[in-house]
């Protein structure tokens, strides 16, 4: 166990520096990062500048043009935060930091390069968490081939600023972590799912969306549709975030120990954690609508005021993340409630994880939990006096908690915790015609893809009664979301205790009778994930390993992943590490619930 302490000096050595300014450095490299002591010109006092591993992508060997000059060189290439000059939002973006070192040690060309290569295979063997100790011979041998990824990126994703991201960021950081990569832009929805399907799987060590989301849930559901399924879900898929959500780069980002972060500071984050390329299991989850379409989810099945938002939010695409917040002011303003029957199977023995950078009160609450300033949160945008000015408006509505509901069918007697009972699909009120008519245009097209995967062994068909140790509640609802990423966009930690392959589904729902203050103060306090410390009645969370959710509202929005879907019956099952994600790092650990 003697490699994993991080004091350990791996190696040591004095350097001089590119370009030569008679300058010399003692290195010493650890496992948390380069130690640099100057020694010429000798400083006034003690100073030692540390490198962090974390913020490096790569090292390589150079030699210089000059034919004589016998020194080999190797440079360092790190992404430090530093303070912006501009202080907006978080203040911080990490900047690009070369440091490039001369090896002068020998009178031959080859022994100063082979000390460079030491070094640098060290320097990489830390990068990609390769096992070393100071026993180690670092011998280039010790390091993987080159890793190839296929990158897919959208550039309609968000505020479709993903071709300018990867030009001036995302492919210099690549190459410097030397990672080869093909680059294929999506030309329409559903490009991403057809390519993936036709890709020889042995080509390639990864599959990495430059986009939203939703392109990763295009990818993952491309892979499930093969017949070799079961080889092709494993291919590791990764996501540098371009999208306007981002919900699964907010996870990868707190799962590293990163500040909450936004925009370019998430984006050059998880490339940094790309370039380390830790792969850990992740859970996913399969969806069935009422017309028998299975699909496979990472992220969420919403229903309710976030599918609301997340769809009627798309004409305001142009502002990137900030569509969400424009959106849930709107929705706020004019709330709805839906009648439905939400059918769970509950895991009773549920463990709550912790992560690193959560601090637990001794009864297990997050109240001490902090979190640094968002780049963007709602209350920049004014939603604090909105809700202000609202309470003086319709104080009526709001000390009554009377919201209005929106189109539901005959109100059921029993309103919670039935036992199983089937769904009558003739429930649902209205004429289905209408619905469609209503709510077709704005889906993307579905084709009925043959999605194979692992039998669903705990639900029974739509229609048909569920197993009788499943909890039943019909009421009115405000939402209904199922989400098994800690976050639901890169600002909204929803799920603080959620991990990738916890097997858990996070089920949310939040009653009908909610005042618009309080869902307002949820979505606020959703922000640092203090929410469900805010015990407020209406909000209830249960993690569970099966739903099924059977709207009694004749009209209405479900998503999966953000993604629209048919609306109606929906059912889900989650099938624990299905897939694999780099995440670039693992830093997990279990306690009981
Ligand atoms: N060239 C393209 N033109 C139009 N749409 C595309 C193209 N390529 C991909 N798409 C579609 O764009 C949709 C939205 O992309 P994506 O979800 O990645 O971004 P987003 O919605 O902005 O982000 P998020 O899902 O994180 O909120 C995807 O579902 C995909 O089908």
Redesign the pocket.
């Known amino acids: 166990m003697e490699y994993r302490q991080s004091s350990e000096t791996l190696l040591h050595g004095e350097f001089g520096v590119y370009p030569s300014k008679g300058i010399r450095y003692a290195l010493s490299l650890t496992r948390t990062g380069l130690h640099i002591q100057r020694l010429i010109p000798k400083p006034e006092d003690d100073q030692r500048l540390l490198l962090p591993l974390s913020d490096m992508v790569g090292c390589h060997t150079l030699r210089s043009h000059s034919s004589g000059d016998v020194f080999a060189y190797f440079s360092i290439y790190s992404y430090p935060l530093k303070k912006k000059k501009v202080t907006m939002g978080s203040g911080r973006t990490r900047q690009r930091l070369v440091r490039t070192f001369r090896v002068d040690e020998e009178s031959e060309y080859n022994k100063n390069l082979a000390i460079a290569e030491k070094w640098a295979t060290a320097i990489k063997c830390l990068i990609q968490e390769i096992p070393i100790g100071s026993e180690t011979e670092f011998v280039p041998e010790l390091l993987p081939r080159a890793r190839r990824l296929m990158l897919l990126l ?6 479709g600023n993903a071709p300018q991201q990867c030009q001036t960021h995302i492919l210099p950081m690549l190459t410097e972590a030397e990672i080869s990569y093909n680059l294929i ?9 057809e390519l993936v399907q036709g890709i020889n799987l042995e080509e390639w060590d990864g599959i990495i ?1 430059i ?8 990818v993952i559901n491309g892979l499930m549709e093969r017949p070799d399924w079961e080889e092709a879900i494993k291919l590791p898929v990764g996501i540098l ?9 907010g996870a990868i980002n707190y799962n590293a120990g990163f500040d909450q972060a936004m925009g370019s500071e998430l984006l050059l984050n998880c490339i940094l954690l790309l370039c380390r390329g830790t792969v850990i299991p992740m859970d996913l989850v399969s969806v069935t609508t009422c017309s028998g379409i299975r699909s496979f989810s990472f992220l969420s099945v919403a229903w309710g005021f976030i599918s609301d938002v ?1 769809v009627e939010s ?1 004409k305001y ?1 142009h502002m ?2 900030a569509r ?1 917040t424009v959106g849930t002011m709107v929705r706020v303003a004019s709330l709805r409630t839906y009648r439905g029957r939400l059918s769970y199977l509950p895991v009773l023995d549920a463990h709550r994880p912790i992560c690193r950078s959560i601090t637990l009160s001794p009864n297990g609450s997050l109240a001490q939990f902090q979190r640094s300033q968002l780049h963007r949160t709602i209350s920049d945008f004014g939603l604090c006096e909105e809700r202000n000015v609202m309470y003086k408006r319709s104080s009526a509505a709001l000390d009554t908690n009377e919201l209005p509901s929106f189109e539901t069918s005959p109100s059921p007697s029993s309103p919670t915790a039935l036992h199983s009972s089937s769904f009558n699909f003739d429930s649902l009120s209205g004429d289905p015609s209408d619905q469609d008519s209503v709510y077709s245009k704005d889906l ?1 097209p579905q084709k009925h893809h043959q999605v194979n995967g692992p039998k669903d062994d705990l639900l029974t068909p739509l229609g048909q009664p569920l197993p009788k140790n499943w909890i039943i509640v019909e009421d009115n609802f405000v939402l209904v979301l199922a989400i098994y990423q800690s976050h639901l ?1 890169a600002d909204l930690f929803t799920a603080p205790f959620s991990t990738f392959d916890d097997g858990l589904i996070h089920l949310f729902f939040v009653k009908a009778g909610i005042s618009r203050a309080a869902l307002v103060r949820l979505f606020l306090a959703m922000e640092k994930g203090t929410h469900l410390e805010t015990e407020c009645p209406y909000l209830t969370h249960i993690p569970v390993r099966a739903f099924r959710l059977e709207p009694l509202t004749r009209k209405g929005i479900i998503t999966v ?3 629209r879907v048919e609306y109606g019956p929906v059912q889900a099952q989650l099938h624990k590490g299905l897939s694999n994600l780099i995440t670039g790092s693992c830093k997990v650990r279990l306690t009981p619930f």
């Open positions: 959208n550039p309609c994703g968000g505020r832009q999506t030309e329409r929805p559903n490009h991403a799912r969306v986009s939203g989301d939703g392109l990763l849930y295009e975030p371009c999208g306007s959500g981002n919900a699964l780069a997340d798309e695409r990137g993340s969400f993307k966009g992943d953000g993604e």
